[in-house]
């Protein structure tokens, strides 16, 4: 069964580079059906799809975030990772790994960035 | 972009009530392309449907999708202790690009 989990630092300080990597066991990450994706949440408030990126390297990103974020996979690894640049602490949440077919499919269990100095 | 508004913000209710929650979206949804999720306290998201009204794998039947073009909602025909969560719809019209709604937030009475 396909399992994803994030890992990467829980604290990251303003203006410095956020990094995450996701994964994937259960499943071969060049899997065609679905995208492998990023999603957010800011402590007590709500979901904000981050980007998502296909194994041939296509990705998206949300507009407000775009030219910050960067996603690239490492199919040796059978991971995919999310940068984040200059942070705030706008940035500090979970943050979730996911696939996405359209509708998110399966989640990560999720891991809390936290933006402090 | 794709901006979706769910209503109300928070709803206050009792067990064994029916709901609706409402998702309206800024512009069309591309071919119904609308899902919920529910999300209880420090858990993950659970998917309950996806194209507007097709019930995810597991799913009650008390759960109801509906809608089209710009308003869409959940239904929750009679509601369970569980069922007192935070709900999210999500546009993948223009998938690969998604969105989340803001999320209802169901309490108890």
């Known amino acids: 069964q396909l399992q994803l989990q994030e890992s990467g630092p829980g604290l990251v300080k303003p203006s410095e580079t956020l990094s995450l990597t996701c994964t994937v066991s259960?499943?071969?990450?060049?899997?065609?059906?679905?995208?492998w994706g990023w999603v957010r949440q800011p402590p007590g408030k709500g979901l904000e799809w981050i980007g998502s990126i296909y194994y041939g390297g296509n990705t998206y990103s949300d507009p407000p975030l775009k030219s910050r974020v960067t996603i690239s996979v490492d199919t040796s690894k059978n991971q995919f990772s999310l940068r984040l640049s200059s942070v705030t602490a706008a940035d500090t949440a979970v943050y979730y790994c996911?696939?996405?077919?359209?509708?998110?499919?399966?989640w990560g269990q999720g891991t809390l960035v936290t933006v402090s100095s | 972009e794709i901006v979706l508004t769910q209503s109300p913000g928070t709803l206050s209710l009792s067990p064994g009530e029916r709901v609706t929650l409402s998702c309206r979206a800024s512009q069309s949804v591309n071919s119904n392309y609308l899902a919920w999720y529910q999300q209880r306290p420090g858990q993950t998201p659970r998917l309950l449907i996806y194209?507007?009204?097709s019930k995810a794998t597991g799913i009650p039947d008390r759960f109801i999708g509906s809608g089209s073009g710009t308003d869409f909602s959940l239904t929750i025909s009679r509601l369970e202790p569980e069922d007192f969560a935070v709900y999210y719809c999500q546009q993948y019209g223009t998938s690969p690009s998604i969105t989340f709604g803001q999320g209802t937030r169901l309490e108890i009475k």
């Open positions: 996911a696939t996405v077919a359209g509708w998110v499919t399966r």
């Open positions: 259960g499943d071969s990450i060049t899997r065609t059906s679905h995208y």
């Open positions: 194209g507007a009204s």
